[in-house]
């Protein structure tokens, strides 16, 4: 096979799709998927009815081509919801829907950015930033967070370039969930502020969980510190609806370059091939951007199972949002202990999946007794390590 330019970033993501796949044709319903977050029961039921009573009433025109940015009424019913939400003024064609996050993250990255830009990452991140940066020939400076998953500002900043136009983050981080707080955004919108010219650095501002804290937490919109904001936002992440493949884009109001930036996005969406989400998709979605989901059985499971894997001595960061939890490994190979957990017919993601080493993430997609055995299975792996 030849080695395509891709071939490191894909390698590590390959090798572990064959372990998953491996792992529960070997184990079969005895596996213990904690994997890519596919929960097994459902938290909230809302998406179900609502798609059920779209279909039941659906007419031909219903199901009509929508334009590239999505539907009138569906953007306008989702900027008036995300104008709440980031007591921000969005307009309804500041909204540009995607299927999925996924396609909203590479259509922004394919449409504002040209090489030969830079753009920081702050790690561990979501594991295919880097490949559709590096796919569209732009530069990726991977930049850690501090040890306790915040941003670490001055790092940031130490690893600015003359041709840095831009830096992903998410709010909150994924796969951490940890929830980034004024103080820290209002610290790297001052940092990026410094680097006016030529043209202010954008922000991605990757709010895929921002739906999922489930306790109190607030959770501060980047965008409301910086105005050269575009918010990613996944209605799949926050409804457990993943397959349904619906996401959006924002543009902040305060945006130099606001009107431009929606032009090359809607676009970028037909350059790409990158149609809006299906009709009673879109639908949906506006159905449920006025609501938040009920996490409460997703709360019980957090507390439970980390108070559970920190009484047997796993180091278990300690946050607030997402359906993950993310806990050191016992060696420094990530890899090498997830592989042993999946011999036992566990399945964890290792962080080096992420761009970090030495951890590894915990999706709660099953309820009791399954986690339970999941857990001990965990521990025991941990404690012989
Ligand atoms: C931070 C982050 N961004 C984007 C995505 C992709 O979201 P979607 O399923 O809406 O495409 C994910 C999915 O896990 C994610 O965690």
Redo the contacts with the bound molecule.
């Keep these: 096979m030849t080695p395509t330019a891709h071939e490191e970033l894909l390698r590590p993501l390959e090798e572990y799709t064959r372990l998953h796949l491996d792992t529960l044709r070997r184990f079969g319903s005895r596996a213990l998927d904690l994997s890519f ?1 596919n929960p097994q029961f459902l938290s909230d039921p809302r998406p179900y009815d609502v798609l059920a009573s779209l279909a039941a009433k659906a007419r031909p025109l219903d199901l009509r081509y929508s334009p590239f940015g999505g539907f009138t009424p569906v953007r306008r019913r989702v900027a008036a919801a995300l104008a709440k939400q980031h007591t921000l003024p969005y307009a309804w064609n500041d909204i540009v829907m995607t299927p ?3 396609a909203a ?1 590479r259509v922004a990255l394919s449409s504002l950015f040209s090489p030969p830009d830079r753009i920081i990452l702050v790690t561990p991140c ?1 594991m295919d930033y880097p490949l559709y940066i590096q796919d569209l020939g732009l530069v990726f400076d991977l930049v850690p967070t501090a040890p306790d998953k915040h941003l670490d500002v001055q790092a940031i900043a130490r690893a600015w370039t003359p041709e840095t136009r831009g830096v992903v983050i ?1 709010q909150p981080g ?1 796969p951490t969930g940890v929830i980034h707080d004024d103080r820290e955004l209002a610290q790297l919108a001052a940092v990026m502020l410094r680097h006016p010219a030529p043209t202010p650095p954008l922000l991605i501002a ?1 709010e ?2 921002a739906l999922q804290v489930w306790d109190q937490t607030p959770c501060p919109a980047p965008a409301t510190h910086y105005p050269h904001t575009i918010t990613v936002r ?1 209605f ?2 926050a409804w457990d609806m ?1 397959g349904q493949r619906t ?1 959006c884009l924002a543009v902040s109001p305060h945006l130099g370059v606001r009107d431009q930036a929606v032009a090359a996005l809607v676009r970028s969406m037909r350059v790409t091939g990158h149609c809006a989400p299906t009709a009673l998709t879109q639908q949906l979605a506006a159905a449920l951007s006025d609501t938040a989901p009920d996490l409460t059985g997703l709360a019980e499971l957090q507390r439970h199972t980390r108070r559970n894997l920190t009484d047997r001595g796993l180091t278990v960061l300690d946050t607030h949002a997402t359906r993950f939890l993310y806990a050191r490994c016992p060696t420094q190979d990530d890899r090498v202990f997830v592989s042993r957990l999946a011999g036992c017919g566990v399945l964890v993601m290792p962080s080096s999946l992420f761009h970090e080493p030495g951890w590894f993430r915990i999706a709660l997609n099953l309820g009791q007794p399954h986690l339970d055995r999941a857990i001990d299975i965990i521990s025991q792996e941990y404690g012989r390590a």
Excluded: I, M, V
Aim: aromatic fraction near 6%.
């Design positions: 977050p999925g996050a996924t993250l979501w998410a994924s990757d895929a969980h996944s799949g992440k993943q996401g």
